[in-house]
């Protein structure tokens, strides 16, 4: 049975996207459908569930690397910032929605807070049980 780290993304996320909606502790913020999501967008998300998207990008993320705090989310999804004639670099994305969508993962009990050996995020077995579950269906 594979786990999380031998399945593709494409294949993991939007699976977990779709056990994350049935969660009432994760919804999206008012504002997840008009604002942007970053200094580097030109537009708002498109996709209508952006918010569980991202959530479970970002849960993905903490099972793969974590110890992983807002800011190093925010430059992992983060893009580069077109700056008209000048030429362009990379830009971090907004941190109100990633700080929200940790938040709420915390309190549905998929990550933890720790403080040693490096401050951050790391998943918690039920995240872990759930992600390799996934893994094992989208084999």
Known sequence: MPSAKEVSADKLIPAL???LKKIETIKPHPAAGFAKSGVSNERPPEQADFWYIRSAAILRKI??????????????????H???????HHAKTGGKFIRLMLQQLEAAGFVTKVEKPRKGRVITPKAQKLLDRLAGASA
């Open 63 to 80: 099972y793969l690397t974590g110890p992983v705090g807002t800011q190093r989310l925010r430059t992992a999804f983060g893009g580069r």
């Open 82 to 88: 077109r700056r008209g004639h000048k030429p362009a």
């Open 17 to 19: 996207a779709a056990e």
